[in-house]
């Protein structure tokens, strides 16, 4: 093997030495004195060749192994400090698919076990991302918040007085402007097919320009909307499509709402959703808004969902501070209205607020998942490892043959890879299969669940989560591949290379176990606290 290497020309060497190696193993089942000596007198003749190759033309012979190899090889090749030769990757990839193929018993357990595992991170990346990450629709929404008050027995509520709204937008310095929003109602429409229930609410003038949205047609409200007779309406993008045909002309028809003729002002845009917080009574599913007066006077009702805007450089702790001094200046300056009751306001992140009842329990449902991931992770893991024992004698074969520690290592790493890959493909499909499931459960208390899709984040999850897969499954066997004792086993020696092989799995195997157990625990602690 030592004169083949020296001997056979390096563009031919590889397949040569392969061609030797299957006809060498094949032989060593009848007889392995004979197959040496059939591999000496294989690897003489194809020497003398070389040799004779090289003395009668050193470059032709290699200019037309090039040329022909160019005109069936499409793989890009490049020039290193070697000279020209052709870059075998894709090739080693297209090898290791045709040896998994042939062992396809191991190779779908391990894309199924693989794939489910990725399946399920995706589909909880998509609830992390849409419910707990993704900042809300609005421009500068971590500008944005609500206030809420504890007025007496009554903590944390989500509504405030018309008065204490407009209090709020003559605080000096600490709000470039705060808008109110009603609760929800059903108004009746009444149209050529009789009456029908749609969902309603209402909020100030200005809720659209604090937000920074914009109406996809027409206008929004002004102040002399709220101030008149309230005959304007603006009407989701839903609304339009399914009541009023998505007609660009839609601005100035006229509605008939609860008895009264209502003008279309404008058309709002498709992912528009106006969120108060948990508790705020306002669904992303309201179809028609009116326009909301702010009445300085009113002091007696706290039913209005609040949204501020901070000024630029303010934070909210300051302006809680700010809200602490107003509190107590009302309640002097009012005691009729809150009596005995103690007063405060407090303003939260609007985002943070929204998914405060939530979170909890979407963080325990992604640690579900990251432990289910883990779990696939250390099975697919020790099957590598066991498929990596059972091809020893291959890998020492291939060794002694010529194949250096790189080329054992890629023959390894080259089949994770292709698992990986395919992994990755089947945990994609299952994960957009698990999110429309998903999305179709539309758990109540849940906000944006609608949002749940599949989208360019998708593909960058499912890569890295693959990338994992095949660094988890692949890079402790190319290790152990590239240690290299392919003598003692061809001779017959008992090999300690298995033991610590062995040892891995054992170890691999706990690991599973006390993933599995933690995952069953959590399972029932959380079902029991939801019973």
Do not use: C
């Amino acid at each position: 093997m030592w004169l083949a290497s020296l001997l056979l020309p390096r563009w031919e060497r590889e397949e040569i030495l392969g061609d030797l190696h299957e006809a060498f193993t094949l032989r060593t089942d009848r007889s392995r004195g004979r197959a040496r000596l059939w591999y000496w007198g294989q690897v003489a003749l194809f020497a003398a060749e070389g040799v004779v190759d090289r003395v009668r033309d050193p470059v032709g012979e290699r200019r037309r192994w090039l040329r022909e190899s160019v005109g069936r090889d499409p793989i890009r090749r490049g020039r290193d400090e070697r000279g020209w030769e052709v870059t075998t990757m894709a090739a080693g990839l297209v090898q290791a698919a045709r040896r998994l193929s042939k062992d396809w018993r191991f190779s779908a357990s391990m894309t199924l076990i693989l794939g489910t595992g990725i399946g399920a991170g995706l589909v909880g990346w998509s609830v992390l991302d849409r419910v707990l990450m993704q900042p809300l629709p609005y421009e500068d929404a971590d500008r944005l918040g609500l206030v809420r008050v504890d007025l007496g027995q009554i903590l944390n509520h989500p509504g405030l007085a018309m008065a204490e709204v407009a209090d709020l937008r003559a605080l000096d310095g600490a709000f470039v402007g705060a808008e109110a929003a009603r609760a929800e109602f059903t108004a009746t429409l009444e149209g050529d097919e009789g009456y029908e229930p749609v969902l309603a609410s209402g909020f100030s003038a200005g809720m659209l320009d604090l937000l920074g949205v914009s109406p996809m047609l027409g206008r929004g409200f002004t102040e002399a909307d709220a101030e008149g007779d309230g005959s304007g309406v603006l009407v989701s993008h839903r609304f339009w499509l399914s009541h009023l045909g998505g007609d660009p002309e839609t601005v100035g028809r006229t509605l008939t709402l609860n008895g009264q003729s209502r003008v279309v002002l404008g058309v709002l845009p498709e992912d528009f959703a106006l969120h108060v917080g948990e508790g705020g009574n306002v669904s992303t599913d309201v179809q028609i808004w009116f326009a909301q007066r702010i009445d300085p006077t009113a002091r007696n009702f706290w039913g209005y969902r609040t949204i501020v805007r901070l000024e630029d450089g303010r934070t909210f702790e300051q302006v809680n501070e700010a809200l602490e001094g107003l509190a107590a200046r009302l309640l002097n300056e009012d005691p009729d209205a809150y009596g005995d009751a103690e007063l405060r306001f407090v303003v939260h992140d609007l985002h943070a607020d929204l998914t405060a009842g939530v979170r909890p329990a979407i963080n325990a449902a992604l640690a579900g998942i990251a432990l289910l991931l883990l779990v696939a992770f250390a099975n697919s893991a020790s099957l590598m490892l066991g498929r990596q024992r059972a091809r020893e004698m291959d890998l020492a074969v291939r060794s002694a043959l010529g194949a250096g520690r790189g080329r054992l290592v890629g023959t390894v790493l080259g089949e994770g890879l292709v698992l990986s890959i395919a992994a990755g493909l089947l945990g994609s499909g299952l994960s957009w299969w698990g999110v429309v499931a998903l999305r179709a459960l539309d758990p109540p208390g849940v906000p944006r669940w609608s949002d749940l899709g599949v989208d360019w984040s998708f593909l960058v999850a499912a890569l890295a989560l693959a990338a994992v897969g095949f660094a988890a499954s692949g890079f402790y066997p190319a290790w152990k591949a590239s240690g290299g004792s392919g003598w003692k086993l061809i001779r017959g020696e008992t090999s300690t290379r298995g033991a610590s092989a062995a040892a891995m799995r054992g170890a691999l195997v706990g690991v599973q176990l006390a993933l599995a157990v933690v995952l069953i625990f959590g399972a029932l602690v959380l079902g029991r606290s939801k019973s």
